[in-house]
């Protein structure tokens, strides 16, 4: 589902704040033991550490377009990743480096309005994920996305309507 906190969805919805997306977000796809979850655009890694908390028999996937913040959190958690438990790839949403179907579910939270290409990234969220598999995305209400200035620095502003009819 798509999740437009405070606003219209296509999914469940959230609560304020990145905190309460974060949680609605991963409550979206609740990845069972043995599965494999993907975390698109980490930033921080907040929503990685979480997942990797709370489902302990779930391996996480996390891809980010920025060289620096996977270093970064490869650094923070390097015991989970020399356990298996945890993959971070250098990565943009419209060239996951996945084969088809490597993954039961996928989450990411503001990050949509980002992606160059929405439709391309979207159809690259459908390549990776087995059928079945869950999706849940988290995006700023466009009234916020505007008072931020997103459309005047060349991103896109997009509703969760939007993301869901482009899904």
Request: glycine letters at 16%.
């Amino acid at each position: 589902g798509v999740q437009e906190p405070g606003g219209g969805r296509g999914g469940a919805g959230v609560g304020r704040g990145t905190a309460a997306s974060n949680r609605g977000t991963l409550d979206g796809v609740w990845p069972a033991r043995g599965e494999r979850r993907l975390d698109l655009g980490f930033g921080g890694g907040t929503l990685i550490e979480r997942a990797l908390a709370e489902h302990p028999g779930v391996r996480v996937v996390g891809a980010d377009p920025s060289e620096d913040m996977v270093a970064r959190l490869a650094e923070h958690l390097a015991p989970d990743i020399a356990s298996g438990r945890l993959e971070l790839v250098v990565a943009s949403a419209e060239a996951l480096p996945l084969p088809d179907g490597a993954l039961d579910c996928l989450t990411s939270v503001y990050t949509v309005y980002f992606w160059p290409d929405a439709a391309r990234g979207l159809a690259e969220v459908r390549r990776v994920l087995r059928p079945g598999g869950r999706v849940a995305l988290a995006v700023t209400p466009p009234g916020l996305q505007r008072a931020i200035g997103f459309d005047r620095e060349g991103f896109s502003v997009r509703s969760g309507a939007d993301v869901a009819a482009l899904m």
